[in-house]
């Protein structure tokens, strides 16, 4: 009977066992080692490179004004650190036309501010992800990060869609100036940062905002799942980062979608909730100043 080639190889294996670890056999020579640490600073360097790109292209976008036909820079000279409600620069709303290329360009146009603006606040849980999934073994070096990274982008593309919605619904009903992106008129912005203000205090925020503030429970239990359960994990990540900011990124239709003060302070608005030990602390008092800020703008109208 002729002998199985499995036994011959179990058997030499056996006859080996222990195994003599200065063996050339069991030992990992100089260039697989070069290799290995290779592969594992390729995966820290295209994330990182990733993140960089995402909110570099997100930036230049929303700069030169997201083909709103006027850049961000000069909207936000025209309007200053107020916004345009308060200098009553956009307090005329011209109709615009809502081909099918304007609505796919604004969908665009806010997808890409959302990135410039959230990213920061989410590298750190990428690149988390990406030591806890270092080595996974997939085709592209930091892959499961690079899902990760998709799934949460993926999940602010949804909003985008809303937000697109409802200018187009603003911009209908003449409460929004297609110039700046900002309402025209007092009370529906004091509502707006009302509402921001009191949903800072929510059980819906605080739970969204621990869950953003301690993620390292999601992208673990995300982690065996592969590029799949990485996208799913990105999505749900996005889902939690949104449920913490999506009031506030509403204020960009009070000081204008193109104001670049108001861009930059939200997003390091929403990073100090995130980042900072005393975010939920922080969060409240910023609560409380966009509730008093809304009263006052609210009374205004009433003077």
Known sequence: MPTCAICICRTRALSKWPPDLTDPEWTIGQQQ????????????????????????IGTFVTISGGGTGMSALKMTAATGPGGAILTEAGTTSVSAAWSWGFILATIVMWWLMMTAMMVPSAAPAVLLYAALTRGSGTWLPGGPALALLSGYLLAWAGFS??????????????????????LTSRPPAAALLLLAGVYQFTPLKARCLRACNSPAALLVAYRPRGLWGSLQAGLRLGQQCMGCCWALMLLLFVGGAMNLYWIIGLALIVAAEKLLPQGPQFGRGLGLVLIIAGASLFGQTLI
């Not at 080692?33 to 570099?56: E, N, P, Q, W």
């Not at 809303?162 to 992106?181: C, E, G, H, N, R």
């Open 33 to 56: 080692k070069r290799r290995a640490v290779g592969i594992l600073a390729h995966d820290r360097l295209i994330v990182v490179a990733a993140l960089i790109l995402a909110v570099a």
């Open 161 to 182: 869609l809303v937000a697109t919605a409802l200018q187009w619904a603003l911009t209908a009903a003449s409460q929004l100036s297609p110039m700046f992106l900002s």
